[in-house]
């Protein structure tokens, strides 16, 4: 944090020929004797060899190619993996005995779930686009509440040396208790499936945001509060000055994390309770012994998974930024 | 008419007298830690600083000049002993005794002006945002830094890092004005060109200044009077050089000086071995 990370923009675009904003700078700033360079060396040359013609035409430019190649690769790659482990378990599938059913198999078997996602017959027969939107409603309202309680409660026993000698110790055996070990306890708290499955995210979301809060509280560099102390910093200045933002990659951090593990719970919480939810809907389809509707669903909760990961990673590079 | 010339006299009297120990600190003991752990970092420092004068303190590293600076600024409190003010005993920090930190210390998320605006903020905060922006643009400018002002911290280079924490500082509008090192961390040439800058600033707007250095040139260049502190642990005030070069000083003519290398001598004497007693 109090390394100097902020400048990586000055070196490397010097020295390319297409320098952009600092080659312009640098022109700016003493533009006659650049001015007056160019002139001699153009007088000096023959008419015929401008200096454009040194350059390379944009499409042999090595930088540009290099990066084509980079981009290009990165695209391919995953594809190549991809047809790859397709192939793979296409093989495996197409041998005798072999209940799983390989990929081809998969999307026939369950191209009417893929093409249709918003098809709703009844509460108990909607399209995979319901089943997953109801999960994340789910985990929107649990992980909300983590979010703001786990900061909140993060930054006090951040801040308060009392309520950290008070409360980790709990926190630290709650935190290690399995989502689904809470689903008893909230089911008869709650009586009814739907608090209790977003009692379940909650629960498992909060442990690591208060965490990681709390460290980001405690690891406020002493060079930011004195500065705080001396230039009177405080209440509502001090907490959005300094402590928010000094604080901010570590919340951010749990709450990665916190999504993450959230979204891992959801879907077990959901094959117990039951109702519309991608979780029951698997346990559903399992109990119909529908292998490629399993497979279909599985595959979108991982991707959700990931799309719900990368959100809050982009909200926390809007944040986290620091250079000092 | 007597009786009153004289109470007026009387008040006259104080008022030198408290002008004379603006900055007063008295018979300071600081001890950190406790039992095998404790460490006696300053053993009874006594030393007045009087109104507008510019002091040095000099010193090995570890031999406390930053807890002394410390201690002023109200980060630390003394074990014993006091420290005062403008004749107010310090008990916390504030505003009246700002400090340039030796690392800077910006907030790396806050722009030029908004780092300097923190402190305005502080100072009026019944005044209305915009009488606000133009006095905290006053002090970017007084640091020349205008056309910077929207830049982050660490798009600046160390120089300018710490002329924002300078206009920050000054912005504050201190009694008395605590310089930690505050040139230690940036490269010869940019060290002197701060240097000259900041005399100037100082030489426009006298505020009591207290500085820590280990750069003897830069002490004489800059002090009305230079401390220099014996080695730690249970460091005293070992010597106070004065510095009777003329104002406005430029280093050409501080190279003229007669007083100026004698100065320079003697205080490198006392360094070197101090120095030498340190080692063995």
């Known amino acids: 944090m109090i390394l100097n990370t902020g400048k990586p923009a000055a070196p490397a675009k010097g020295a390319s020929p297409v320098a952009g904003k600092n080659g312009h700078s640098i022109i700016n700033e003493r533009p006659k004797p650049m001015m007056a360079g160019l002139k001699t060396v153009e007088t000096k040359m023959k008419p015929k060899t401008a200096p454009a013609a040194k350059l390379p035409p944009p499409s042999e430019d090595p930088e540009r190619i290099a990066r084509a190649r980079e981009?290009?690769?990165?695209?391919?790659?995953?594809?190549?993996?991809?047809?790859?482990?397709?192939?793979?378990?296409?093989?495996?599938?197409?041998?005798?005995?072999?209940?799983?059913?390989?990929?081809?198999?998969?999307?026939k078997?369950?191209?009417?779930?893929?093409?249709?996602?918003?098809?709703?017959?009844?509460?108990?027969?909607?399209?995979?686009?319901?089943?997953?939107?109801?999960?994340?409603?789910?985990?929107?309202?649990?992980?909300?509440?983590?979010?703001?309680?786990?900061?909140?409660?993060?930054?006090?026993?951040?801040?308060?040396?009392?309520?950290?000698?008070?409360?980790?110790?709990?926190?630290?055996?709650?935190?290690?208790?399995?989502?689904?070990?809470?689903?008893?306890?909230?089911?008869?708290?709650?009586?009814?499936?739907?608090?209790?499955?977003?009692?379940?995210?909650?629960?498992?979301?909060?442990?690591?945001?208060?965490?990681?809060?709390?460290?980001?509280?405690?690891?406020?560099?002493?060079?930011?509060?004195?500065?705080?102390?001396?230039?009177?910093?405080?209440?509502s200045r001090y907490f959005f000055k300094v402590m928010l933002p000094s604080a901010a990659p570590y919340i951010f951090t749990g709450l990665r994390i916190a999504i993450g593990m959230a979204w891992l719970a959801i879907v077990a919480a959901e094959m117990l309770t039951g109702g519309v939810g991608i979780g029951f809907f698997i346990w559903d389809s399992w109990n119909s012994s529908r292998m490629s509707d399993i497979i279909v669903s599985v595959v979108y909760v991982g991707l959700i998974g990931l799309t719900l990961d990368r959100i809050v990673a982009k909200i926390a590079s809007l944040f986290g930024t620091r250079g000092d | 008419m007597d009786a009153a010339g004289k109470t007026g006299d009387a008040v006259k009297d104080r008022l030198a007298e408290n002008e004379a120990k603006f900055v007063d600190i008295s018979g300071v003991h600081k001890l950190f830690g406790s039992g095998k752990s404790r460490y006696?970092?300053?053993?009874?420092?006594?030393?007045?600083?009087?109104?507008?004068?510019?002091?040095?303190?000099?010193?090995?590293?570890?031999?406390?000049?930053?807890?002394?600076?410390?201690?002023?600024?109200?980060?630390?409190?003394?074990?014993?002993?006091?420290?005062?003010?403008?004749?107010?005993?310090?008990?916390?920090?504030?505003?009246?005794?700002?400090?340039?930190?030796?690392?800077?210390?910006?907030?790396?998320w806050l722009s030029v002006l908004d780092n300097v605006l923190v402190a305005v903020d502080s100072v009026y905060p019944e005044k209305s945002r915009e009488f606000r922006l133009e006095e905290a643009k006053k002090f970017v400018e007084m640091v020349h830094l205008t056309p910077h002002m929207n830049k982050k911290p660490g798009q600046l280079s160390g120089g300018m890092k710490q002329r924002v924490g300078i206009a920050r500082a000054f912005a504050a509008d201190p009694q008395v004005l605590l310089l930690d090192e505050p040139f230690g961390a940036l490269d010869a040439l940019t060290r002197g060109s701060m240097q000259d800058e900041l005399t100037t600033i100082w030489e426009s707007n006298r505020k009591t200044v207290m500085m820590i250095t280990h750069d003897v040139d830069e002490a004489v260049f800059l002090?009305?009077?230079?401390?220099?502190?014996?080695?730690?642990?249970?460091?005293?005030?070992?010597?106070?050089?004065?510095?009777?070069?003329?104002?406005?000083?430029?280093?050409?003519?501080?190279?003229?000086?007669?007083?100026?290398?004698?100065?320079?001598?003697?205080?490198?004497?006392y360094l070197i071995g101090t120095g030498h007693a340190a080692a063995a």
């Open chain 2, 40 to 108: 006696h970092a300053l053993a009874g420092v006594d030393l007045r600083i009087a109104k507008g004068e510019f002091v040095s303190i000099i010193g090995h590293s570890g031999c406390g000049k930053s807890t002394l600076l410390n201690l002023v600024a109200g980060l630390y409190l003394p074990t014993t002993g006091s420290v005062a003010v403008n004749g107010k005993e310090v008990t916390e920090p504030g505003l009246d005794r700002a400090v340039v930190f030796q690392s800077h210390s910006l907030l790396p």
């Open chain 1, 71 to 107: 981009r290009a690769q990165t695209l391919i790659m995953p594809i190549l993996a991809i047809l790859f482990v397709g192939l793979f378990w296409e093989l495996y599938s197409s041998r005798d005995g072999v209940v799983l059913p390989g990929p081809i198999a998969t999307i």
């Open chain 1, 109 to 235: 078997g369950s191209w009417n779930l893929i093409a249709h996602p918003w098809f709703d017959n009844g509460p108990n027969d909607k399209g995979l686009g319901w089943q997953l939107l109801s999960s994340l409603a789910r985990v929107g309202i649990g992980y909300s509440l983590a979010a703001v309680l786990g900061v909140l409660l993060g930054i006090i026993i951040g801040k308060s040396v009392m309520a950290f000698k008070a409360l980790d110790p709990i926190f630290q055996v709650l935190r290690t208790i399995p989502p689904l070990a809470w689903l008893p306890i909230s089911l008869a708290t709650f009586n009814k499936a739907d608090p209790s499955a977003i009692f379940v995210i909650f629960i498992t979301a909060i442990w690591p945001i208060i965490i990681n809060t709390s460290v980001g509280i405690l690891r406020i560099p002493a060079d930011y509060e004195n500065v705080a102390k001396v230039y009177q910093l405080r209440g």
């Open chain 2, 223 to 269: 002090s009305d009077r230079i401390v220099l502190m014996s080695n730690g642990p249970a460091a005293v005030i070992a010597k106070v050089v004065e510095v009777p070069i003329p104002r406005p000083r430029t280093r050409e003519a501080l190279l003229e000086d007669s007083h100026y290398l004698e100065i320079r001598k003697e205080l490198l004497h």
